[in-house]
T-cell receptor
Framework: AQKITQTQPGMFVQEKEAVTLDCTYD???????LFWYKQPSSGEMIFLIY??????QNATEGRYSLNFQKARKSANLVISASQLGDSAMYFCAMRADGYGNKLVFGAGTILRVKS | NAGVTQTPKFRILKIGQSMTLQCAQDMNHNYMYWYRQDPGMGLKLIYY???????DKGEVPNGYNVSRSTTEDFPLRLELAAPSQTSVYFC???????????????FGSGTRLTVV
């Protein structure tokens, strides 16, 4: 069974600084995908970034990058130049490639950006 | 495109009542999912469907039922509501080709359900 672990219940970061949100995963599959979602206080799930298990390059999307270390089974999210609007809950999720291609979510990390 | 539409956005139920949470998508996605999110927690999979007429249980299916008579709609039925079903419910959809190509997941805006 797949499992996602986010060990940081809450994080603070100063505006304009970079922050890393940790995510480790457990799977015996060779083919899988890793996602990060942002959930602001309004509640919607906003897709941020995706990394496939066979992708050799770390994914980047604007200020977001995913530090993918396959041997360590980690997929940390790096947010550069934090903004006040980045304050939200962040979820790491894994898609197990197989029947249903279900997403498994971690418990999340609350990020607060200080001015 | 409307994407994934969930109705209602909010609902208060009394213990023992039943209701259906509606989910509709207009993207011709073949895969659809229902998740619940308890306060301060991640999302847990209730049921999913890989196509019309096919549904399967997820991690936490007890107390729920689903149907998928069309590609567009995937309603979630709560029978005999219990306080433990107080949660935010998210519907999601995705498209997978026969060769396994995927184009991501689209989430609805959620239904906040309180059972009292």
């Amino acid at each position: 069974a797949q499992k996602i672990t986010q060990t940081q219940p809450g994080m603070f970061v100063q505006e304009k600084e970079a922050v890393t949100l940790d995510c480790t995963y457990d799977t015996s599959d060779q083919s899988y995908g890793l996602f990060w979602y942002k959930q602001p206080s309004s509640g919607e799930m906003i897709f941020l970034i995706y990394q496939g298990s066979y992708d050799e390059q770390n994914a980047t999307e604007g200020r977001y990058s995913l530090n993918f270390q396959k041997a360590r089974k980690s997929a940390n999210l790096v947010i550069s130049a934090s903004q006040l609007g980045d304050s939200a809950m962040y979820f790491c999720a894994m898609r197990a490639d197989g029947y249903g291609n279900k997403l498994v979510f971690g418990a999340g990390t609350i990020l607060r950006v200080k001015s | 495109n409307a994407g994934v539409t969930q109705t209602p956005k909010f609902r208060i139920l009394k213990i023992g009542q039943s209701m259906t949470l509606q989910c509709a998508q207009d993207m011709n996605h073949n895969y659809m999912y229902w998740y619940r999110q308890d306060p301060g927690m991640g999302l847990k999979l209730i049921y999913y469907s890989v196509g019309a007429g096919i549904t399967d249980k997820g991690e936490v299916p007890n107390g729920y039922n689903v149907s998928r008579s069309t590609t567009e709609d995937f309603p979630l039925r709560l029978e005999l509501a219990a306080p433990s079903q107080t949660s935010v419910y998210f519907c999601a959809s995705s498209y997978y080709t026969r060769t396994g190509q995927n184009y991501g997941y689209t989430f609805g805006s959620g239904t906040r359900l309180t059972v009292v």
